[in-house]
Nanobody
Framework: QVQLVESGGGLVQAGGSLRLSCAASGRSFSNYGMGWFRQAPGKEREFVTSISWSGVTTNYADSVKGRFTISRDNAKNTVYLQMNSLKPEDTAVYYC?????????????????WGQGTQVTVSS
């Protein structure tokens, strides 16, 4: 069992930056691929980015490529999401996710554990 707790959300102006953190408790954090998803009001939850267990491999949704960066520190059981050049359309609840495998995750069926979410609001 893995518990995931996100932090770092908030209100920011367009063009600004935020850094989200996801602290994992439980065993074998380094065995899991990790990811971030988001859900805007009235929309379905969507994939944002993921990272393999080693941190070597990552993938991103086209909408965030070049602006967001995912990273992880296995010694601290934490995964991060650095978000730059934020846009109003990035406004959503952001969820941390642990995959069923050690590799990348790109869709909801690949997620084994979810965090509770953290709100990110980007004002224009």
């Amino acid at each position: 069992q893995v518990q995931l707790v996100e932090s770092g959300g908030g209100l920011v102006q367009a063009g600004g930056s935020l850094r989200l953190s996801c602290a994992a408790s439980g065993r074998s954090f380094s065995n899991y691929g990790m990811g971030w998803f988001r859900q805007a009001p009235g929309k379905e939850r969507e994939f944002v980015t993921s990272i393999s267990w080693s941190g070597v491999t990552t993938n991103y949704a086209d909408s965030v490529k070049g602006r967001f960066t995912i990273s992880r520190d296995n010694a601290k059981n934490t995964v991060y999401l650095q978000m730059n050049s934020l846009k109003p359309e990035d406004t959503a609840v952001y969820y941390c996710a642990a995959a069923w495998s050690a590799g990348l995750v790109s869709g909801i069926p690949g997620v084994r554990y979810w965090g509770q979410g953290t709100q990110v609001t980007v004002s224009s």
